[in-house]
Nanobody, 124 residues
């Protein structure tokens, strides 16, 4: 049974940092695509950063390049999102999602399994 549990969200001032954690179970990170998505009020869910299936390639939305870093620990089946230099426009609910294929990578419709989400709020 696939489970994804996010943690690490919170309230931070502009320019601050947060690290999100996704504890995954029921599958191996070695073979699946997994990543982070976010949804702000009134906006569509968007891909933030993802690992491609099996090859370890990383993908980032243009809006977070240079500020966010995705990483993973295959031994513990955990994925992280380090978010630095946060901006008010980063405010959203952040979700961890995974799929055995995840193609196209980091596109919401490609992922079948989702966590419950964690709120990130950046104040100006």
């Amino acid at each position: 049974q696939v489970q994804l549990v996010e943690s690490g969200g919170g309230l931070v001032k502009s320019g601050g940092s947060l690290r999100l954690t996704c504890a995954a179970s029921g599958f191996s990170l070695d073979y699946w695509s997994i990543g982070w998505f976010r949804q702000a009020p009134g906006k569509e869910r968007e891909g933030v950063s993802c690992f491609g299936r099996g090859d370890g390639s990383t993908h980032y939305a243009d809006s977070v390049k240079g500020r966010f870093t995705i990483s993973r620990d295959n031994a513990t089946n955990t994925v992280y999102l380090q978010m630095n230099d946060l901006k008010p426009e980063d405010t959203a609910v952040y979700y961890c999602a995974a799929d055995a294929f995840g193609i196209p990578v980091c596109v919401s419709r490609s992922y079948d399994y989702w966590g419950q989400g964690t709120q990130v709020t950046v104040s100006s």
